[in-house]
């Protein structure tokens, strides 16, 4: 009997892994690893690791669910020690659940490695705290996709007038309708917004505005981008750090 690591790679920034991810991908005789993983975290891996690219692609062209609970089921099963990389952290809209789950089912040994997630990782490198004293004492990470449609009023609603940041994944193609939503359900239209693509990266861009004009301002960008809803959005303008050191470095080239 092998064993499984179910293992948060983090949010782009191959630097953000934790020691323990680490460790577990220098194990490994099998590395599952998704879409988002930076590649370069690969090379922790020892020469004659197998590597298997198990991506769900946003159009289309993925590896179901269910084959890849099979295959960390198979990989055990024959005694090797699984690597499972998942983008950002395994518990957190990663079916890191669902994969713990199918392997408890099956009695394979097996371990969770958090890691750091875009939600709270893309907003800090744009200078925007979750939480900050003055402007918000509560925060909810929560996804764009609606799985009951028909839920989906009461689920807008509850967040409109729920906690004051909201950290919104997968929201992208939907954000002219999540706008309209949280307004036409209480939360101010000047309300500032935030979206942040592909943050920790090289590439990370930001672009802010309010509620009611985020989805103009922001029209250009594609996934990943992470979506920042709340009043602490006004400190990206302050403490923005990561775009300062990336145009300096760029000046000094």
């Known amino acids: 009997m092998g064993k499984v690591y179910i293992v948060g790679a983090g949010p782009g920034d191959p630097d953000l892994i934790t020691v323990k ?118 925060v909810a990470f929560v996804t764009g996709v609606n799985k009951a449609k028909t839920l989906k009023e009461d689920y807008w609603k509850h967040l409109a007038l729920g906690p004051e940041t909201l950290c919104i994944y997968m929201g992208v193609s939907r954000l002219p309708e999540i706008s309209r939503l949280l307004i036409r359900h209480g939360r101010p239209k000047a309300t500032p917004a935030a979206l942040v693509y592909q943050g920790t990266s090289g590439v990370q861009q930001t672009a802010v505005g309010t509620l009611e004009n985020i989805a103009e301002v922001a029209k250009d960008f594609k996934n990943p981008s992470m979506i920042v809803v709340g009043e602490v959005v006004q400190m990206h303008d302050k403490i923005s750090w990561f775009q300062t050191m990336t145009e300096k470095a760029a000046a000094q080239q």
């Open 21 to 138: 991810g680490v460790k577990a991908i220098e194990s490994a005789t099998v590395i599952l690893y998704d879409r988002l993983v930076n590649k370069a975290l690969l090379a922790y891996a020892k020469p004659n690791t197998r590597l298997v690219y198990c991506g769900k692609d946003p159009s289309g062209l993925s590896i179901p669910q269910e084959e890849i609970n099979a295959l960390l089921v198979s990989f055990a099963n024959k005694g090797h020690t699984v690597a499972r990389l998942k983008g950002g952290d395994p518990f957190l809209f990663g079916r890191g659940g669902e994969e713990a789950e199918v392997l408890a089912e099956q009695y394979i040994p097996f371990e969770i490695v958090p890691g750091i997630t875009s939600g709270i990782a893309a907003p800090a490198y744009a200078g925007i705290p979750v939480t900050h004293r003055d402007y918000s004492s509560s």
